[in-house]
């Protein structure tokens, strides 16, 4: 049973162009989260997705970041005109039900803005 | 609200214990601990829910303590491979994650 599948695992943009990454869930896994993660901090929440569904976007900020978990398909996370600030990596995780039955994280997208 | 975290980091020798405390200032209805290593995805280890329910790791242990929103995380006869950064988060629905403890275990 493969676990989530995250890719690109590194990303090289250059400052102004668009980002996408993408995350596909554990089989049998219908919710989908995304983090923000700094070197040397925490894990940021960014967004929980449903199927066709955003159900809470607290954390993604009001510009230029966009998220999407289609019927078919993995989710997207979507970065447009980047700015060097948002090099970071990013994880997805995902989890069958509910959050209670805890999370699987993919590996991550190291996102560098050059 | 960001869950509170501590200490922020410990260093242990093999074989010895540790206790990792997480704080919340709202009322919990489930803790998840997680552990990540560098450069890698957090691995989940437990989660407790309110009355009392753990679902996780066979060598670590945790507590919960509702009342005072609290939870904290036992590793006890300390192993190398322990080492890591080791995260908790509270719900419902999505986690909001601590800032971490960094575990450091030497030989």
């Known amino acids: 049973n493969a676990g989530v599948m995250q890719n690109p695992r590194h990303l090289v943009r250059r400052r102004g162009q668009e980002a996408r990454l993408r995350c596909s869930p554990m089989?049998?896994?219908?919710?989908v989260y995304w983090y923000r993660q700094l070197p040397e901090e925490g894990l940021k929440f960014m967004v929980y997705?449903?199927?066709?569904?955003?159900?809470?976007e607290s954390g993604m900020p009001k510009e230029r970041f966009s998220a999407e978990f289609p019927k078919e398909g993995p989710s997207i996370l979507r970065i447009q005109q980047v700015v060097r600030g948002d090099s970071a990596a990013y994880f997805c995780?995902?989890?069958?039900?509910?959050?209670?039955?805890?999370?699987?994280f993919g590996s991550g997208t190291r996102l560098t803005v050059v | 609200q960001q869950p509170v975290q501590s200490p922020q980091a410990v260093i242990l020798r093999e074989g010895e214990d540790a206790v990792i405390n997480c704080s919340s200032s709202k009322a919990l209805y489930s803790v998840h601990w997680y552990r990540q290593k560098h450069g890698e995805a957090p691995v989940f280890l437990m989660i407790?829910?309110?009355?009392?329910e753990q679902k996780g790791h066979e060598k670590i242990s945790a507590s919960f303590n509702e009342k005072k929103q609290q939870s904290s995380l036992y590793l006890t006869a300390s192993q190398l491979s322990y080492s890591g950064t080791y995260f908790c988060?509270?719900?419902?629905?999505?986690?909001?994650f601590g800032k971490g403890t960094k575990l450091s275990v030497k030989p």
């Open positions: 997705l449903q199927k066709e569904n955003i159900i809470d």
């Open positions: 988060g509270t719900g419902p629905l999505r986690l909001i």
């Open positions: 407790l829910l309110k009355g009392g």
């Open positions: 089989k049998g896994h219908s919710h």
């Open positions: 995780a995902s989890s069958p039900l509910r959050s209670e039955d805890g999370y699987t």
